[in-house]
């Protein structure tokens, strides 16, 4: 007689939690191939990707030599990576794209602009913390860059709020013990260095896509540690299902590049700041710096602030001068 099996209610619950989560994905990516095409059509394109195929075949092998190198034995890798690889490009150049033009950073710039009034001290601080970066110091040590007056880059910080006690006056009354937010710029850090904002926009592209890279290493890696503890217990199927096969591995690599939305965050911060950096009501009368912050977020690493920038050579201080 041929027993029957029945699945236990843990494994139902599996099973349609895993349908669920496939199904969630599918979804996502959906959407997401249809913003796209929104996106392009606005510019009279079609739904179609632009991606160079060699952008895209450099970013698979980027992937590959970023998580698991056996991925390479799988026979058609290239071709099951690459609608996600194109998809996570396409994601990441849209989200770029929105940033503002570069701002020159200058004294003129701290005294006008309120990007830069708000994220510096004053002169000094600006020019310790140029003057210190080695990507800057690099390029302007270049040979083929000697003509060039200034550079461009992707200045990044981090922005902290915390709740403070302070004074407003209210009523023609000052008025004390009042909670405001405070709001600070640190963390300061200069990437993607070169002469032209469009080199400055495709090296912060290249920057996204790396630490994206190493999020999902990172991920997957964790998921391979768990999946050890459960053989160790004894499941010995999860050897085979689990992603020490470089079969699953893929599969589950693609899954996750497959909804770039929550490997890459990109949000608007609308911020009104008096010059002490308290946030300030838009029905009080104060001078304030008022901008729109680029924030961008990669996993459930902590979010900063980005901006194109652009440093005159003129402004960096020499080794002697420092501090």
Same mark, same amino acid.
């Given at each position: 007689?041929?027993?029957?099996?029945?699945?236990?209610?843990?494994?139902?619950?599996?099973?349609?939690?895993?349908?669920?989560?496939?199904?969630?994905?599918?979804?996502?990516?959906?959407?997401?191939?249809?913003?796209?095409?929104?996106?392009?059509?606005?510019?009279?394109?079609?739904?179609?990707?632009?991606?160079?195929?060699?952008?895209?075949?450099?970013?698979?092998?980027?992937?590959?030599?970023?998580?698991?190198?056996?991925?390479?034995?799988?026979?058609?890798?290239?071709?099951?990576?690459?609608? @996600?690889?194109?998809?996570?490009? /396409?994601?990441?150049?849209? *989200? !770029?794209?929105?940033?503002? +033009?570069?701002? #020159?950073?200058?004294?003129?710039?701290?005294?006008?602009?309120?990007?830069?009034?708000?994220?510096?001290?004053?002169?000094?601080?600006?020019?310790?913390?140029?003057?210190?970066?080695?990507?800057?110091?690099?390029?302007?040590?270049?040979?083929?860059?000697?003509?060039?007056?200034?550079?461009?880059?992707?200045?990044?910080?981090?922005?902290?709020?915390?709740?403070?006690?302070?004074?407003?006056?209210?009523?023609?009354?000052?008025?004390?013990?009042?909670?405001? @937010?405070?709001?600070?710029?640190? /963390?300061?850090?200069?990437? *993607? !260095?070169?002469?032209?904002? +469009?080199?400055? #926009?495709?090296?912060?592209?290249?920057?996204?896509?790396?630490?994206?890279?190493?999020?999902?290493?990172?991920?997957?890696?964790?998921?391979?540690?768990?999946?050890?503890?459960?053989?160790?217990?004894?499941?010995?199927?999860?050897?085979?299902?689990?992603?020490?096969?470089?079969?699953?591995?893929?599969?589950?690599?693609?899954?996750?590049?497959?909804?770039?939305?929550?490997?890459?965050?990109?949000?608007?911060?609308?911020?009104?700041?008096?010059?002490?950096?308290?946030?300030?009501?838009?029905?009080?009368?104060?001078?304030?710096?008022?901008?729109?912050?680029? +924030?961008?977020?990669?996993?459930?690493?902590?979010?900063?602030?980005?901006?194109?920038?652009?440093?005159?050579?003129?402004?960096?201080?020499?080794?002697?001068?420092?501090?």
């Amino acid at each position: 007689m041929i027993k029957k099996t029945t699945k236990q209610p843990d494994d139902n619950i599996h099973d349609r939690r895993h349908h669920e989560t496939k199904g969630l994905r599918e979804l996502f990516a959906s959407q997401w191939r249809y913003f796209l095409s929104i996106l392009e059509s606005g510019d009279g394109k079609t739904g179609e990707s632009t991606q160079d195929p060699a952008l895209v075949t450099d970013a698979i092998e980027t992937v590959i030599d970023g998580t698991d190198k056996r991925i390479r034995a799988i026979g058609h890798y290239k071709k099951r990576l690459r609608d @996600t690889v194109r998809m996570t490009l /396409d994601y990441i150049d849209a *989200a !770029v794209a929105s940033i503002p +033009e570069a701002i #020159r950073v200058d004294k003129d710039s701290f005294s006008h602009n309120p990007v830069i009034n708000a994220f510096f001290v004053n002169m000094d601080d600006i020019r310790n913390i140029f003057s210190t970066s080695h990507e800057l110091q690099n390029f302007f040590r270049k040979a083929e860059y000697a003509s060039c007056d200034e550079a461009y880059g992707i200045l990044f910080v981090t922005r902290n709020e915390k709740t403070v006690l302070g004074k407003i006056i209210q009523d023609d009354m000052l008025v004390s013990e009042v909670k405001q @937010t405070a709001v600070n710029f640190s /963390d300061h850090e200069i990437v *993607a !260095v070169c002469d032209s904002e +469009e080199g400055a #926009r495709r090296g912060l592209k290249e920057f996204i896509f790396s630490h994206i890279v190493k999020y999902v290493s990172a991920h997957m890696l964790h998921i391979r540690q768990q999946q050890r503890e459960q053989i160790d217990k004894g499941c010995m199927d999860v050897w085979i299902s689990g992603v020490s096969n470089p079969e699953v591995y893929l599969t589950e690599l693609i899954n996750q590049l497959t909804t770039p939305g929550p490997l890459l965050t990109h949000q608007k911060v609308c911020l009104r700041l008096n010059k002490m950096g308290i946030k300030v009501d838009e029905n009080l009368s104060e001078t304030v710096n008022e901008f729109t912050a680029h +924030e961008f977020q990669i996993g459930k690493q902590p979010p900063r602030v980005v901006t194109i920038v652009r440093y005159p050579r003129n402004e960096m201080l020499t080794n002697t001068a420092l501090f």
